[in-house]
């Protein structure tokens, strides 16, 4: 039988650039993502025809960014859940759009990866040859998964971006792992934190907003496109936010693309229903529009890296009537984060003090150390564990977690390095 080796083709040391190749008697690789600077930064490559089964487990940029580069030239199966190919469209020409000097491939590509796809449901099998694929819900975003592979008498779980917390668009993760693994790859993102207890945090967060309208202020909440624009909107919904509100850009698209799955989110009719309600901003002269009343700004990018969101900042962040609401990861060098640390924003290449309220309410779509340790509770057997997809501070929590609490042989891979299994 083949040894089977897992190598770390991204960089498990950051919040991005996820790309993991599990090779044995055959080679899987499981998602091919950027890091998001500029410009952006890719995983080591890996000839196509050296991969016989390509799969991706959610449509972020950090996990899909590079995947059009494998199909340049070469036609590899991929296996995905139908979502994460609509969303991950989206993404891509997005990306194309703002990045696409950078990038190495073209829209095309990105078409050639969906002509080579398989959709795949969570809890059912794909096998191609010896291997064996089953997908188990991450309720990370719409379509997200878990990945199980069976391959040479080894069982490898890959938790993907993962959260085993309820929240309004969607279900927690699927634990239920019915049979022992020889290894784990599991994310750390917020492996170092505890999350405010939700209910509370969306009470808090709809009474701070709609004191900003009452006060004849403008609320805007940078977020990203896919799910948590519809998390935000959700909550707003269930907690009866009574002013207006407006979803302005990709995140409009997103909500379409998911209305369209309705098998991927918790409530379709609920969200079909708060998004009739809402005001949908197409075009610059609405935006214009928009900024003239109080109200509620639902608009990406969710690190004001682009976007709608950083038209209305601009508009905005002069005014103490009005409030920013951060409401998701901030990477370390984004707009965002240079927002909450400094209070500071980049216009023009100049720095300007923002004089709106700025809040910072994380309604995560990754789960925190308490959730991390589930998981870990529902492993049988004594897999090894390879911690990545975390700041360093995150990846040295769970190693302590999973090596001092559990007993577990983890590691804290680096790029490049190899494993065997
Ligand atoms: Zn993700
Ligand atoms: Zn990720």
């Not at 083709?9 to 996820?18: E, F, H, I």
């Not at 952006?40 to 991706?56: A, M, N, Q, R, S």
């Not at 190919?85 to 993404?91: A, F, K, P, Q, V």
């Not at 977690?401 to 559990?406: H, R, V």
Request: charged share 25%; hydrophobic share 40%.
């Amino acid at each position: 039988m083949s040894r089977v080796v897992i190598s770390f083709l991204g960089d498990p040391d950051k919040v991005g650039r996820a790309a993991y190749l599990i090779r044995g008697s055959k080679s899987i690789l499981i998602d091919y993502g950027v890091e998001l600077t500029k410009p952006p930064k890719f995983p080591i490559l890996v000839p196509p025809h050296y991969i016989d089964l390509f799969i991706l487990s959610h449509s972020h940029l950090d996990h899909i960014g590079a995947a059009p580069t494998l199909y340049l030239h070469g036609n590899i199966p991929a296996l995905m859940t139908k979502p994460t190919l609509e969303l991950g469209e989206l993404l891509i020409k997005d990306f194309i759009k703002l990045s696409g000097e950078y990038l190495p491939y073209e829209y095309l590509d990105f078409m050639n990866l969906a002509n080579n796809t398989h959709f795949l449901t969570y809890k059912k099998n794909f096998s191609i040859n010896d291997v064996s694929i089953t997908f188990l819900d991450a309720g990370h975003i719409p379509g997200s998964c878990q990945v199980i592979v069976e391959i040479d008498g080894k069982r490898i779980l890959y938790t993907g971006d993962i959260n085993t917390y309820d929240t309004r668009l969607q279900n927690v993760a699927d634990l239920n792992y019915e049979e022992e693994f020889d290894a784990v790859i599991i994310e750390s993102t917020y492996a170092a934190d505890v999350h405010p207890p939700r209910k509370k945090l969306e009470r808090l967060f709809v009474k701070t907003a709609e004191e900003v309208v009452e006060d004849g202020g403008i609320a805007l909440v940078p977020a990203f496109a896919v799910g948590r624009s519809q998390e935000i909107l959700l909550i707003l919904y269930h907690r009866k936010f009574s002013y207006n509100i407006t979803m302005d850009g990709m995140a409009l698209e997103a909500t379409k693309i998911l209305l369209n799955n309705p098998g991927y989110i918790k409530n379709y009719k609920v969200l079909k229903k708060a998004f009739k309600k809402i005001r949908k901003v197409y075009r610059w002269k609405e935006r214009k529009k928009v900024i003239k009343e109080p109200g509620l700004i639902i608009a990406p990018a969710g690190m004001l890296g682009g976007g709608a969101a950083v038209y209305y900042i601009n508009k905005l962040y002069k005014d103490p009537k009005n409030a920013i609401f951060l409401v998701g990861y901030q990477a370390p060098g984004s707009p965002g984060r240079n927002l909450l640390e400094a209070r500071k924003l980049k216009i023009e290449e100049r720095e300007k003090e923002v004089v709106a309220s700025i809040y910072y309410m994380q309604f995560s779509a990754h789960t925190d150390s308490n959730g991390l340790k589930k998981v870990l509770s529902s492993l049988r057997g004594d897999p090894k564990i390879y911690i990545v997809h975390g700041e360093r501070r995150g990846r040295e929590a769970l190693y302590r977690i999973a090596s001092e609490e559990y007993g577990f042989k983890a590691y804290m891979p680096m790029t490049g390095e190899k494993y065997e299994v």
